[in-house]
Every structure is written in C-alpha cells, then in structure tokens.
Nanobody, 121 residues
Framework: QLQLVESGGGLVQPGGSLGLSCAASGTRFTVYHMSWYRQTPGNERELVARLTRGRDTNYSDSVKGRFTIAGDNVKNTVYLQMNSLKPEDTGVYYC???????????????WGEGTLVTVAS
C-alpha cells in the first residue's frame, strides 16, 4: 500500500502563487503517473494536471499556462506550482498516483487526503 501526504495549501491573494507537494511512501512500488485533482465548491472533483512516467504532461484548460506539474521519480514526490491564482481556483486539491506495489498484478489509484487552497483578498 501507498500513503500520500500533501503539503503546501493555504490562503493566498488573487494573482499570487502557491506551491503544493505530495510524497508517497510505503512498500516497494512503481509509480506510473502522478496527478493533481481539485474539488471546487459546488463542483465534482476534476483533473488539474497529470505527469506521466514518460514525463508527458497535460493540464485542464482552466489552469494551462498558470500551473506547472513536476515530479521526482526517485523521491516519489509530485509538485504543483500555481501562479496567477484566481478566486475560482479555491478548492481542495488532491494528490493522485497510479502505482503498482511489488507483487501485485495491476496498478491502483492512490489518493491523498487533500489540502485546502483559498484564493481571496
């Protein structure tokens, strides 16, 4: 099993920046892709950014050009740098990793507990 621990949420003013990080720990495993999701008030959880093991990235249209996802496969850590933040970016951000634990046949989606990001003046 994997445990994902997020950090870096908080309150930031519109136009400001914030960085999130998420570290995975557990038994021996291989991570295939790392993602950030968010759930904004009144909406379902949505994909914000994804980083594949091959280093391909994709972003939701709402954050493209403002957010950057990066990962460290050695540390099994994923980062999300958020710039030019807007009030509509307010929500709970969840780390997600699709990984296979040594000995298992297939991979599993693992989730962090979420970290709150509030963009307000």
């Amino acid at each position: 099993q994997l445990q994902l621990v997020e950090s870096g949420g908080g309150l930031v003013q519109p136009g400001g920046s914030l960085g999130l990080s998420c570290a995975a720990s557990g038994t021996r495993f291989t991570v295939y892709h790392m993602s950030w999701y968010r759930q904004t008030p009144g909406n379902e959880r949505e994909l914000v950014a994804r980083l594949t093991r091959g280093r391909d990235t994709n972003y939701s249209d709402s954050v493209k050009g403002r957010f950057t996802i990066a990962g460290d496969n050695v540390k099994n850590t994923v980062y999300l740098q958020m710039n030019s933040l807007k009030p509509e970016d307010t929500g709970v951000y969840y780390c997600n990793m699709y990984a296979r634990v040594l000995g298992e046949v297939s991979g599993t989606n693992y989730w962090g507990e979420g970290t709150l990001v509030t963009v307000a003046s």
